[in-house]
């Protein structure tokens, strides 16, 4: 074949086999005080499913007897490990079904990583400090976002088409039924807002709680 | 056993923080009040008052007091043990400085649903759904409930606790056990004097004060609520259902399996068995707590004479968290009726009392909480010393915590 013939041919392949990379959605989200929901996880499923991003390691600190995350996003195949950035020792653990570990960290140390290979999310807590908790949201597609602190998700480069928004939170009111909003995806950016029914942090403030 | 348990217990955290610093975590308070207060005098100096402050004979009405200074030391042993005593200072104690709690607890990591862990020492069962604070503090209020006024002052686990936990997504159920001693007296003031509403509570070395107007123990006023009398041990059991979104259930059987015959130095053993019920939810910024308690102590000490006194309360309190404010109401009810063969006791009581409190915390380290108390009670017993039986007290507090 000559260059010139392969060219045209390789042009056209990619024009007509891809998707159009066209869509994106913005969501706003609020708690029922209008206040914005930062740490919330939005999820699209649907006509096309999105490719996992290649593996990535993370790390989530422990500082100030505080993960570094609330939430942690990451997708299947992932890894995680945990350090320790604390003058006290934590012993960082999991009971639950998608990966079950436990690691003492004294002072400065690091956990092996963790491989974590199927969807859903793992809660993370300290065997001494109680308070301390983490959730780590193994993702099985690329149309992942996590909301940053003025409560909005951005999912971009989404092929056109329409999906189902899934959102999840940590205090999500359990008992209620699952939160999806449908969207159909264009050439312009979708903006979307909801609200969240979020369980109170209790207690809300003070330095009089017993910390064990 | 108990004063060298504890003489143990603090050289093991003073040794091992000099060589493990970073592993211990001190927290603690200052406490500060103004208060007015009325009569009739508190139980505390004699009286047949059921407050904390009450203003007998020479007090002024308005005061100022440095309440106490509470400190607790948490130590990490390992990653599973850990070691916590709460010391308190108050002048009016009988040893200026004094114990509240002081155990070890173990509990081993789980990766399953299950977990479990066992506590032993010195610490209060787990009754109160209000002190949740440090040194057994209330976020709400400064003065408990009735029913955790007397936990405070006559209940302390000094023994063996072991607990089950299951850990579901939004479900959690535990189930406990303990076995205990030192814990003989219990229930002498519930009988002696009655419920209160105080937020004095008993060190592990303290004495409680009989009102003057007893009947009982005469030539004891004042009696160590922690010791064993019979040497029996006693035990509770108690199961709690937490679900994310709703709120807690708990059930709790105590029952010191004191021998009521008994007696050892001139106290006496009050046989003292009780179920408690708690429950809380809330929704928003809202918080509603309810607990009640009802059981039963005797004593017979001689074959002519015996003495039952059963006893019930309940509160319920309502709490708005606006995170620099928090606002409390509470209701209080609680009775007593005692029946005595041998000794025409003037017995038996009933009363309420409303607490309402504004607690503005405008840093972490401080918290200011405006507290008013209107408790109305009728006691016989106040005719021994020639008071009316119906009392109606107020207090008005400021309290100043200064936490580190």
């Not at chain 1, 706003?28 to 499923?45: I, R």
């Not at chain 2, 003031?189 to 107007?213: E, K, M």
Request: with cysteine; glycine share 8%; aromatic share 10%.
């Amino acid at each position: 074949m000559k260059p010139i013939l392969a060219l045209v041919a390789t042009v056209c392949l990619l024009l007509f086999s891809s998707p159009v990379w066209a869509g994106s959605l913005i969501l706003q989200l609020t708690d029922s005080d209008g206040n914005p929901v930062s740490d919330a996880v939005v999820k699209l499923t649907g006509d096309t499913p999105g490719a996992v991003l290649s593996h990535q390691s993370h790390i989530i600190d422990q500082r100030d007897e505080t993960f570094s995350v609330y939430v942690l996003l990451i997708s299947v195949g992932d890894d995680v490990t945990f350090r320790n950035s604390d003058q006290t020792r934590h012993h960082v653990y999991s009971f639950s079904p998608l990966g079950q570990f436990e690691y003492l960290l004294a002072p400065g140390e690091k956990s092996p990583p963790i491989l974590l290979s199927k969807p859903g999310v793992v809660a993370v807590g300290c065997n001494i400090h109680d308070r301390m908790i983490t959730h780590i949201y193994v993702s099985d597609t690329a149309w992942a976002a996590r909301s940053d602190p003025q409560g909005q998700v951005e999912i971009k480069d989404v092929p056109n088409g329409t999906y189902v928004a899934h959102i999840w939170h940590p205090k999500l009111r359990p008992g209620k039924p699952e939160l999806a909003e449908t969207v159909t995806l264009g050439d312009s950016p979708v903006k979307l807002s909801s609200v969240l029914q979020l369980l109170p942090d209790r207690p809300k403030s003070g330095g009089e709680y017993r910390r064990y | 056993m108990i004063r060298i348990t504890l003489a143990l217990l603090g050289a093991l955290i003073l040794i091992s923080s000099t060589a493990m610093a970073q592993e211990m975590h001190v927290e603690g308070y200052a406490d500060f009040r103004f208060l007015s207060a009325g009569p009739p005098d508190s139980f505390l100096d004699g009286g047949v008052g059921k407050l904390r402050f009450g203003q007998g004979e020479g007090d002024q009405a308005q005061q100022f007091q440095f309440a106490e200074a509470s400190m607790a030391a948490t130590l990490l042993l390992t990653g599973d043990v850990l070691a916590y005593a709460n010391i308190r200072y108050d002048s009016r104690q009988r040893t200026a400085l004094d114990a509240l709690e002081a155990y070890a607890r173990y509990r081993p990591v789980s990766v399953s649903r299950w977990r479990w862990s066992v506590k032993a020492g010195a610490f209060f069962p787990p009754i109160s759904l209000e002190n949740t604070g440090i040194g057994w503090t209330i976020p709400w209020t400064l003065t408990p409930s009735a029913i955790n006024s007397w936990v405070g002052e006559e209940l302390r686990t000094i023994g063996s606790e072991a607990k089950i936990e299951w850990r579901g997504d939004v479900d959690r159920m535990e189930w406990i056990f303990a076995l205990y001693g030192l814990d003989d007296p219990a229930g002498a003031l519930l009988a002696a004097r009655g419920w209160s509403l105080n937020d004095r509570i008993t060190g592990l070395f303290d004495l409680n004060r009989l009102p003057n107007a007893t009947e009982y123990n005469p030539s004891a006023r004042r009696i160590h609520p922690f010791r064993e009398i019979d040497d029996r041990p006693g035990w509770y059991s108690g199961v709690r259902w937490r679900s994310e979104g709703i709120g807690s259930l708990e059930l709790l059987r105590y029952d010191n399996q004191a021998n009521p015959s008994a007696r050892r130095d001139g106290q006496l053993a009050w046989r003292t068995s009780f179920w408690s019920l708690g429950a809380e939810t809330g929704y928003d910024d809202f918080v509603l707590i309810s607990q009640a308690m009802f059981g039963e102590t005797e004593i017979d000490p001689t074959p002519q004479f015996n003495a039952i006194t059963k006893f019930q309360s309940a509160y319920l309190l309502a709490g708005y968290d606006l995170t620099d404010w928090r606002l409390a109401a509470r209701v209080d009810g609680y009775a007593a009726q005692q029946q005595n063969a041998g000794r025409n006791v003037p017995a038996g009581e009933h009363g309420d009392a409303v607490t309402l409190a504004l607690t503005w915390l405008p840093i972490e380290a401080l918290r200011v909480t405006a507290e008013g108390i209107r408790n109305n009670s009728w006691r016989l017993q106040r005719t021994v010393v020639e008071e009316p039986p119906r009392a109606v007290e107020t207090v008005f507090q400021l309290g100043v915590r200064v936490f580190f």
